[in-house]
């Protein structure tokens, strides 16, 4: 696949999802930036704005297994990644797998499980295998979560610890529709307070595993030059030396930033990649990974706010 069918990939995909979903389109945008880079999506967001759908719909565009965890307080991580029974017939133990086994993932209020059981996921987000009862299975390349969670100041919900974060490739802010677009919503959705079926929309599968993998290979081949290369250096060693950040973001931030910038250049046709497209996926990329010291928490400067001050001082490759 060259750059311009991965473009073309990316728009099919864009048509199909807004069949469904109305608005968000800084969200979908992401999520597929980070489903061809082969990264992780967390998506937060009060209840009500789209992000489920935009995960279900998602799966009906592409021919990938799909699967969905419902997080709660009392689940188990064995909920999550499946346990050996013993077969009284065989005299052995089967493996019976769980929902973590599939392509794409909704992992739907993440933090509504504690501690515990969000830490099931850590191996499968970063090494695509899971380790049960000492035995390694491997769930395939195409494997992605895409995450959803409440914000944290809500009741019920556990703070996803730092090293569960830093498994995201971007953490994405899901906000409430424009005017224009929630009088859409309400034309399409008002007849009944329950929501329809994803079928009803008219979704086509426009992509499957083959393609997606295709796509993958082009944005790899995307050329990142060594000035951009440096920049993204910079910016990721500038968050450890801000005054207002008490630990900045690792060297695999600096690693994914450059793959999310190769994987944003080929969705939008290019074979080379720009600093606009460093600087657009920066604040996702880095917003869950800093630390805000206590006197800035206070003082009310976000982590954004953190990332626009950076991005501002750090001199950009021409």
């Known amino acids: 696949m060259d750059i311009n069918a991965a473009a073309a990939l990316a728009d099919n995909l864009k048509r199909e999802i807004s069949k469904a979903l109305i608005g968000q389109s800084q969200a979908v945008d992401l999520v597929l930036t980070s489903l061809v880079a082969g990264g992780h999506v967390l998506l937060e967001g009060v209840p009500g704005t789209g992000k489920t759908l935009l995960v279900q719909a998602l799966a009906a565009a592409m021919r990938l297994n799909f699967g969905r965890i419902q997080f709660t307080p009392d689940m188990m991580p064995a909920d999550i990644l499946g346990t050996n029974l013993f077969n009284f017939q065989t005299n052995e133990f089967t493996l019976t797998p769980g929902p973590i086994f599939t392509q794409l993932l909704l992992a739907d209020e993440i933090n509504r499980t504690p501690p515990k059981t969000q830490a099931a996921l850590l191996q499968a987000m970063n090494e695509r295998k899971v380790t049960i009862d000492r035995q390694t299975f491997s769930l395939g390349e195409d494997f992605m979560v895409v995450a959803t969670q409440n914000p944290i100041e809500q009741q019920g919900t556990y703070p996803l610890p730092e090293a569960q974060l830093d498994r995201f490739l971007f953490k994405v802010a899901v906000n409430y529709p424009d005017r224009n677009e929630e009088m859409e919503v309400v034309r399409r959705l008002g007849q009944g307070a329950v929501m329809p079926d994803l079928a009803q929309s008219g979704l086509q599968p426009v992509v499957g595993p083959d393609g997606l993998s295709a796509a993958r290979e082009a944005a790899r081949q995307v050329r990142l030059s060594d000035d951009l290369a440096c920049y993204i250096v910079d910016l990721v060693r500038a968050t450890r030396n801000d005054p207002t950040i008490e ?30 497209d460093v600087k657009y996926l920066a604040f996702p990329l880095l917003r869950h990974r800093l630390v805000m010291t206590p006197s800035a928490d206070m003082d009310g400067i976000s982590p954004d706010q953190a990332v626009s001050v950076i991005i501002s001082q750090v001199p950009a490759p021409r």
């Open 247 to 276: 630990t900045g973001a690792s060297t695999r931030a600096a690693t994914m930033l450059a793959a999310a910038s190769r994987a944003k250049a080929a969705l939008l046709g290019r074979d080379y990649v720009v600093p606009d």
